[in-house]
């Protein structure tokens, strides 16, 4: 089954950090573009960082020096290092991978709570 599965969302308190992580399975090849986005509570969703095959990172501004995208081809699996967390950082995060074929495929989302 061709599926993107993701890891490592949780609560965390302001400042804290998560590290998470997408897998692919099935026969989805590994993409050119590998993405995370998030959507808050009553917001639309938004892109974070991308990555893509060649190495060459995008980030939002709100996440720039906090956030590092990186991913790991032999194991067709993208990360997301999220450090000095803030209560904006709050949303459901969703990995998103673009293959040089059109395909276009969405992790399930892994919930990011940052308290106080």
């Known amino acids: 089954q061709e599926q993107l599965v993701e890891s490592g969302g949780g609560v965390v308190q302001i400042g804290g950090s998560l590290r998470l992580s997408c897998a692919a399975s099935?026969?989805?090849?590994?993409?050119?573009?590998m993405g995370w986005y998030r959507q808050a509570p009553g917001k639309q969703r938004e892109l974070v960082a991308d990555i893509t095959s060649g190495g060459a990172t995008n980030y939002a501004d709100s996440v720039k020096g906090r956030f590092t995208i990186s991913r790991d081809d032999a194991k067709n699996t993208a990360f997301l290092q999220m450090n000095s967390l803030k209560p904006e950082d709050t949303a459901v995060y969703y990995c998103?991978?673009?293959?040089?074929?059109?395909?276009?495929?969405w992790g399930q989302g892994t919930q990011v709570t940052v308290s106080s």
């Open positions: 998103n991978f673009r293959g040089w074929d059109n395909s276009n495929y």
């Open positions: 099935g026969s989805i090849r590994v993409p050119y573009f």
